[in-house]
């Protein structure tokens, strides 16, 4: 079974700090890699998501992240962060096995003005 | 227009009830989905079903009991309702079969509280 694992449970940066999230998964066939973001007293929705092809994927709101296949991570990255990226990031998972995702812990982001 | 909605948002009741929640999706989605969400913010599969049959049960206690009376449809209902059950359930929808990416477009959620 696969598994996802987010290193950093909170982070705190002040604005215009940059941004990089951990994010690891074990899984040794082909995976499908999603960011979510949720932010307070919301739902989930995608950041960003990569399936094949340049592992350098931009997703909305200034917000990329870099796949790389053989330290099986997907570590999400922004260079300037804003009091409105404060949320909570998800790293999920897909193998194409019947739908299932695995979503990491999550990670806890807070911006300060 | 709401993509993936679910009925109650906020739900508070004492222990030992059994209590509903329900979900629909207007996205054509034939693979809906059930998620806990803790008071840690930790978010686990409970559910899957494609087409109104159910694909994955993920160690639920038999108390809680989804149905989906088609494939835009599916409820999840709990009997006898514990303190741990206190969380928020999301809904969620993705495509299927050879255009099932693994994407998944949540619900609001619903936040229940067993007092």
């Known amino acids: 079974a696969q598994s996802v694992s987010q290193h950093n449970h909170h982070v705190i940066l002040s604005e215009a700090a940059s941004l990089e999230l951990g994010c690891n998964y074990s899984?040794?066939?082909?995976?499908?890699l999603f960011w979510y973001v949720q932010y307070p007293g919301q739902h989930l929705q995608l950041l960003l998501k990569?399936?094949?092809?340049?592992?350098l994927v931009k997703g909305i709101k200034g917000f990329e992240a870099e796949f790389i296949k053989s330290k099986f991570s997907f570590n999400l990255r922004k260079p300037s962060v804003q009091w409105s990226d404060t949320a909570e990031y998800f790293c999920?998972?897909?193998?194409?096995?019947?739908?299932?995702?695995?979503f990491g812990d999550g990670t806890t982001l807070t911006v300060k003005p | 227009d709401t993509a993936v909605s679910q009925t109650p948002k906020y739900l508070v009741t004492q222990m030992g009830n059994d209590k509903s929640i329900k979900c629909e999706q207007n996205?054509?989605?034939?693979?809906m989905y059930w998620y806990k969400q803790d008071s840690k913010k930790f978010l686990k599969i409970m559910f899957s079903?494609?087409?109104?049959?159910?694909?994955i049960n993920e160690t639920v206690p038999n108390r809680f009991s989804p149905k989906s009376p088609d494939k835009a449809h599916l409820n999840l209902h709990i009997n006898s309702l514990e303190l741990g059950d206190s969380a928020v359930y999301f809904c969620?929808?993705?495509?299927?079969?050879?255009?099932?990416?693994?994407?998944?477009?949540f619900g609001e959620g619903s936040r229940l509280t067993v007092l």
């Open positions: 969620a929808s993705s495509h299927s079969g050879t255009q099932n990416t693994g994407e998944l477009f």
């Open positions: 899984y040794g066939g082909t995976v499908n």
């Open positions: 990569y399936f094949s092809g340049d592992p």
């Open positions: 999920a998972v897909n193998t194409g096995n019947a739908g299932k995702s695995t």
């Open positions: 996205l054509g989605h034939d693979t």
């Open positions: 079903y494609n087409n109104k049959e159910l694909i």
